[in-house]
Nanobody, 124 residues
């Protein structure tokens, strides 16, 4: 059974940085797309970034471009979301997700497995 476990969330001041990790287990991920989504209170879950397990096809959404970067560490079965210059509007629960296809999916329904989420709070 595929399991995804996020870590690295917390409270940070605006302009600060956080590094989120997603540890994947229970499967062979070579053909998967790994993604990050976030959900703020009262809002729908939204796409943040995704990357092919081999490290190809990395993409971030426009609102975080230039501030966030996604990478994959195959040796550790981990996907990283490096978040710099954080803004108050980045406050949300961040979820790691896995898609069994190497397709540029950005909708939550297209992802097959989900972690429990990690809270990111950015203060002024």
């Amino acid at each position: 059974q595929v399991q995804l476990v996020e870590s690295g969330g917390g409270l940070v001041q605006a302009g600060g940085s956080l590094r989120l990790s997603c540890a994947a287990s229970g499967g062979t991920f070579s053909g998967y797309m790994l993604g990050w989504f976030r959900q703020a209170p009262g809002k729908e879950r939204e796409f943040v970034a995704h990357i092919g397990w081999s490290g190809v096809a990395a993409r971030v959404t426009d609102s975080v471009k230039g501030r966030f970067a996604i990478s994959a560490d195959n040796a550790k079965n981990t996907v990283i979301l490096q978040m710099n210059n954080l803004k108050i509007e980045d406050t949300a629960v961040y979820y790691c997700a896995a898609d069994r296809t190497l397709v540029f999916h950005t909708l939550p329904d297209d992802y097959d497995y989900w972690g429990q989420g990690t809270q990111v709070t950015v203060s002024s």
